[in-house]
């Protein structure tokens, strides 16, 4: 740390202040012991978790440590970009990150399978793929067929990785990894090559983009929709399988747009799976796609009596902490207010009631 202003540097700088929480969360986790029939998630910003079993295996999913826009360069969108093609907007997308790194990728360990569940560069990162083949040789990298070939082109060796299509299981520790279809429109109309036109052609295939995920564990089965839009098909899931959390890529769509899961929707979503708890992610991350995630709260309860929901809503924080089923009846998140010593010695002031 420098003590002197001419031996700070930007370098300097980012070196010591970035990520944001330094290994405050890597060591949390590390440190937790997940009691018998439990079991617990971390929300690390958008839709990235990381799941801890009571057998102590981990799994990081969507870990995403980039950035959106830096600047405003020519104002213009990048040709033949998926919001681009959505759309027909011209103009630059205002995507600012807004959460802090709440993780270090460089300093995980112990994970024995990096997941993810699409193609996005806010899903699928570069950072958190280096550091996971470097800190954990053992690790697998499950995804689907486009996700891998990605993976691969960076340097991901090919007997680490596993293909997943819907109807997969990989066992991972204690986990079973179930791969599900996913209902992302958005991956059906990323095309990379600018020249590529899509109007008027079939689809690509979404098994080869996308799939959702059901984490199925000893202490609770955990569904993750990664960029999922609301689908019918969330009912057969739910007919099928047994959803104990849900995990939805909420947030409020900018007009012109449909990207993001909305309030409404999330409900719809949780009872189709047949869920327990339902909880909203994403809309933390971009600052054109932010929305206030007690809006679901608040119209969970305006139906819930009438429709009799058989769920509720947790409305999480970055960085933080839940353990299902001990915090199923929560609907919300609060960090850990400290001074639960507070008397301890005795306190240093001029009087006693100076303060």
């Given amino acids: 740390m420098a003590n002197k202003i001419t031996e700070v540097t930007k370098e300097s700088w980012v070196l010591s202040t970035f990520p944001e929480w330094g290994t405050y969360l890597n060591e949390e986790i590390e440190a937790t012991v997940v009691k018998p029939a439990t079991v617990s998630i971390w929300w690390l910003g958008c839709t990235g978790i990381w799941l801890k079993s009571e057998g102590g295996t981990n799994i990081l999913c969507d870990l995403w440590c980039g950035t959106g826009k830096r600047t405003h360069g020519s104002g213009q969108m990048v040709k033949g970009h998926q919001m681009m093609r959505m759309s027909g907007a011209l103009k630059q997308q205002p995507n600012l990150r807004t959460q802090p790194f709440v993780i270090d990728p460089f300093a995980v360990k112990d994970i024995d399978a990096l997941v993810v569940t699409h193609i996005h560069s806010d899903h699928l990162d570069i950072n958190t793929a280096a550091a996971v083949?470097?800190?954990?040789?053992?690790?697998?990298?499950?995804?689907?067929q486009e996700v891998v070939n990605i993976w691969l082109k960076w340097g991901v060796p090919a007997d680490?990785?596993?293909?997943?299509?819907?109807?997969?299981?990989?066992?991972?520790?204690?986990?079973?990894?179930?791969?599900?279809?996913?209902?992302?429109?958005?991956?059906?109309?990323?095309?990379?090559?600018?020249?590529?036109?899509?109007?008027?052609?079939?689809?690509?295939?979404?098994?080869e983009l996308a799939v959702n995920y059901l984490?199925?564990?000893?202490?609770?089965?955990?569904?993750?929709?990664?960029?999922?839009h609301y689908s019918n098909m969330f009912a057969k899931h739910g007919n099928e399988h047994k959803i104990d959390v849900c995990l939805g890529a909420y947030g409020e769509n900018p007009r012109g747009i449909t990207d993001k899961v909305t309030s409404v929707d999330m409900l719809r979503m949780a009872e189709a799976l047949n869920a327990k708890v339902v909880i909203p992610v994403h809309y933390d991350i971009w600052a054109n796609f932010m929305a206030d995630p007690k809006e679901i709260t608040a119209i969970w309860q305006f139906k819930k009596d009438?429709?009799?929901?058989?769920?509720?809503?947790?409305?999480?924080?970055?960085?933080?902490?839940?353990?299902?089923?001990?915090?199923?009846?929560?609907?919300?998140?609060?960090?850990?207010?400290?001074?639960?010593?507070?008397?301890?010695?005795d306190n240093d002031t001029p009087f006693p009631s100076f303060l």
């Fill in 160 to 207: 680490k990785t596993i293909v997943v299509h819907p109807g997969d299981e990989v066992e991972i520790g204690d986990v079973t990894l179930l791969a599900l279809e996913a209902f992302d429109r958005t991956v059906l109309v990323t095309e990379p090559n600018p020249e590529v036109i899509l109007k008027d052609k079939m689809p690509q295939d979404m098994n």
């Fill in 133 to 144: 083949n470097s800190n954990c040789p053992d690790a697998k990298f499950i995804g689907p």
């Fill in 215 to 228: 984490f199925q564990t000893t202490g609770g089965n955990v569904y993750h929709a990664g960029d999922s």
């Fill in 306 to 345: 009438r429709l009799n929901y058989q769920f509720k809503p947790f409305i999480w924080q970055v960085g933080g902490k839940f353990t299902y089923p001990d915090d199923k009846d929560r609907l919300e998140f609060n960090f850990d207010r400290g001074f639960d010593d507070v008397f301890a010695i």
